[in-house]
């Protein structure tokens, strides 16, 4: 399930665009060099770089010797353009014809020239989606992670289930669809809802679902790009129907694909991961194997026909997706050449499959700690399990490194006291949303962690790991020079030399809670590492910029309206009940009746409005947050 976002009652998904696109080669080159290869681009085109999303780009000017030039270039705060703007901190920013394309909460679009940080154009959602998706306040703050870009559109994923296609250059609206136009069930009154990026590939544009925790269908589908109509008649579903097969109580459902699908140009074929079951914790109606949850399936992209699947977890109760999204390898396996899928599970183990056939090679390597057991439905018997909701590897993006043939793992060592419902009436009291599904209070001495870890591809072996005193929410972005590029919840952006394991660059962002990878690309042959911090600002980085570190963005013009009369109790109703309950007492979130003993007002004011695990940021702004974070801090 997307936990990551779950505290605060949302939840997340993924997409992308198309290699070679600016080349006007539609994403169909063929070749038998690694996939790092296939791009003659400059930018940054997809959500993973290549279509086989292994985030590794050709770029030589930063190295080893002289990354610790680099400095920040520009650094913009979206919030200077629109202070309604929600937050974009999951987003990965495509980057094409030296323009710079990023995606917030609410699907507000922004381009910018990538070079200067300049405003190119802004797009907002028509009134009537922003109505609709407000009629549902607990699906107001999921993310957005970003666009895809071709043909000289932009093509954006709705929350509440829509597909957009943008004029590239002028940002106006060309089209939009309704998914359940096509298919009546999916809507967000069903509890459906999109928070990925769409994935363009030769001609065709591809989607995700989200939602599978509050008992929905998981699915991907195809639209043609040019008229976004259905290329198939129905979409892939990922389980059976309600009533069929596994699927048997009236909450059951799952299996949502919200990360981007990779692609192979060779055999058009594509590889997604699919989501847990649910209820998640409790399992009464979904007993035995529940395929294809937590598995990586394979398709041919042009007809949706089904190829091959491998299961992580085949009957999941602590919400272990198989989340982030997949990459497709040329690499050398046991001394020999093969083309492989790959892919970190959010039970805290990394798998390898061939490809055509979907045969595993590499059967789940640890790389976090790993001790579970079910969870109960009883408080006094409840037990701590590693990993956590929110993973081993939740969405935050791997990378391969050809020249060293290592893949590099984002891990997350954190772990979580899961309660499952104990009946039937106890789910249908959750109104289901995420039902079956509540997480107690860490212990004290419990510090939540990350690592790096990585694996060479040849052997399946650690080559090394690094300990992070953050979990890694946001992924790594290489380079052709050996350097990956990854930042910190902390706020840091960091450069690690790929084959020693050391980190050679690190400087701060101005903002916390990093958690997406970065982008990297060239204009007029200067190569630029831009992130996403503090939730609204982007920060570019380059060898010898000179800004100085902007000062973390407390939304100030917001916060100095001292003379409005605020409720926190109001504001608790608005934001936070969904998930903390009705008493404070704790749902799908923590509980808070006496979080000022652990927590000054400081510390919740910045979780208010920076987010932070799976509470995403800004729920509460301005004269709101400070008063629901004094309220809260006196709750002792």
């Not at 079951?277 to 937590?294: C, I, L, M, V, W």
Request: hydrophobic letters at 35%.
């Amino acid at each position: 399930m997307k936990r990551y976002l779950k505290a605060a009652g949302s939840v997340l998904l993924a997409g992308m665009v198309l290699v070679g696109c600016q080349s006007n080669n539609n994403g169909t080159n063929k070749s038998d060099n690694n996939q790092a290869n296939q791009v003659k681009d400059t930018g940054f085109p997809n959500w993973g770089y290549d279509l086989q999303h292994t985030r590794h780009v050709p770029y030589k000017e930063i190295t080893k010797d002289n990354v610790k030039k680099m400095g920040i270039v520009w650094q913009q705060d979206i919030l200077e353009w629109n202070k309604d703007v929600p937050n974009l901190q999951e987003d990965f920013p495509i980057v094409q014809n030296g323009v710079m394309y990023v995606t917030s909460a609410k699907n507000h679009v922004f381009a910018i020239d990538a070079k200067s940080g300049k405003k190119l154009w802004a797009w907002t959602p028509p009134k009537e989606v922003l109505d609709h998706i407000n009629s549902l306040p607990w699906q107001s703050n999921v993310a957005s992670r970003g666009v895809a870009v071709a043909e000289g559109n932009v093509y954006v994923l709705m929350i509440d289930n829509r597909l957009a296609k943008l004029d590239a250059k002028t940002g106006k609206l060309k089209k939009m669809v309704n998914f359940w136009d096509y298919e009546p069930t999916i809507k967000l009154e069903n509890r459906y809802y999109e928070s990925s990026a769409p994935m363009y590939y030769d001609g065709n544009v591809y989607v995700g679902s989200s939602g599978g925790d509050n008992g929905t269908r998981g699915f991907v589908w195809a639209f043609k790009a040019d008229t976004l109509e259905p290329l198939w008649k129905e979409p892939f579903w990922t389980i059976p129907e309600r009533g069929k097969g596994w699927v048997k109580g009236k909450y059951t459902g799952g299996g949502s694909v919200w990360t981007p699908m990779s692609f192979d140009p060779d055999t058009d074929m594509m590889y997604f991961a699919v989501g847990n079951p649910a209820p998640d914790f409790y399992d009464e109606d979904r007993k035995g194997k529940n395929p294809y949850t937590d598995s990586i399936v394979a398709l041919d992209s042009k007809t949706g026909k089904f190829k091959w699947a491998s299961s992580q977890v085949d009957h999941d109760v602590w919400d272990y997706d198989a989340a982030a999204t997949p990459m497709v390898l040329n690499a050398k396996v046991g001394g020999k050449k093969q083309k492989i899928v790959v892919e970190g599970g959010k039970n805290g183990k990394w798998y390898a499959w061939d490809a055509k056939t979907g045969k595993t090679i590499y059967d789940g390597v640890p790389f976090v700690k790993i001790k579970h057991s079910k969870p109960s439905s009883d408080p006094n018997k409840v037990q701590l399990q590693w990993p956590g909701t929110p993973g081993g590897e939740s969405y935050a993006p791997e990378t391969y490194d050809p020249e060293t043939n290592y893949v590099l793992i984002p891990g997350i060592n954190s772990p979580n006291v899961m309660l499952s419902a104990k009946d039937r009436k106890e789910i249908a009291k959750d109104n289901n949303t995420f039902p079956g599904t509540k997480i107690l209070p860490l212990p004290k001495n419990i510090i939540p962690s990350g690592n790096i870890t990585a694996i060479d591809v040849n052997t399946g072996k650690k080559v090394y790991q690094i300990n992070t005193d953050d979990p890694m929410y946001g992924g790594f972005t290489s380079t052709a020079t050996g350097l990956a590029f990854y930042g910190e919840m902390d706020g840091a952006v960091n450069a690690l030399d790929i084959k020693k394991g050391k980190v050679l660059w690190s400087m701060k962002s101005g903002g916390k809670a990093i958690k997406m990878a970065p982008s990297i690309y060239m204009v007029d042959g200067k190569q630029y590492v831009a992130v996403i911090t503090g939730g609204t600002r982007v920060v570019v980085y380059g060898l010898g910029g000179k800004e100085k570190i902007a000062t973390t963005n407390k939304n100030a013009k917001l916060q100095g309206q001292a003379d409005v009369v605020v409720k926190p109790e109001e504001v608790y109703k608005k934001s936070c009940i969904s998930c903390h309950g009705d008493n404070l007492q704790g749902a799908t979130a923590p509980n808070l009746q006496h979080v000022g003993k652990t927590m000054s007002k400081e510390e919740i004011l910045n979780q208010i409005l920076n987010g932070g695990d799976r509470m995403p940021a800004g729920l509460a702004k301005g004269a709101e947050a400070e008063a629901l974070a004094e309220w809260l801090s006196k709750k002792k």
